[in-house]
């Protein structure tokens, strides 16, 4: 199983750095399934990844606190709504636009109603 969970936790990791570039890919969630993985497979890769900047800026908080500082949420929502116009702009079919519309909604309200403010 430790095989299977590495795997998984690589294969986590790839699509969580995707989803850095592409909005419909949610980045914080495939990262901290990198990091359980990791830390059911290789107490040295969960050590390694937990220094990564990666790990800093987008899991460390609510994997401690499972909360986010609403000046965080601030910045990734002004990310979020950047890329999400980008895409749904150069979407070709109006219904991959509505989807992303309701994505960007639908993670605007995980985020600031969902998911606590740090304290």
Do not use: H, N
Request: charged letters at 15%.
């Amino acid at each position: 199983m430790r095989v299977v969970y590495f795997i998984i936790a690589w294969i986590s990791l790839a699509l969580g750095l995707i989803g850095i570039v592409l909005p419909v890919l949610p980045t914080t969630p495939f990262l901290l399934l990198t990091v359980v993985c990791f830390s059911k497979s290789s107490t040295r890769f969960e050590e390694w990844f937990q220094q990564t900047k990666l790990y800093q800026l987008y899991v460390a908080d609510y994997r401690e606190t499972k909360s986010i500082a609403r000046s965080r949420k601030k910045k990734i929502i002004v990310y979020i709504y950047i890329l999400m116009a980008i895409s749904i702009y150069l979407a070709p079919i109006l219904a991959v636009k509505i989807g992303l519309g309701a994505l960007t909604v639908f993670i605007t309200y995980y985020l600031f109603w969902v998911i606590p403010d740090k304290k």
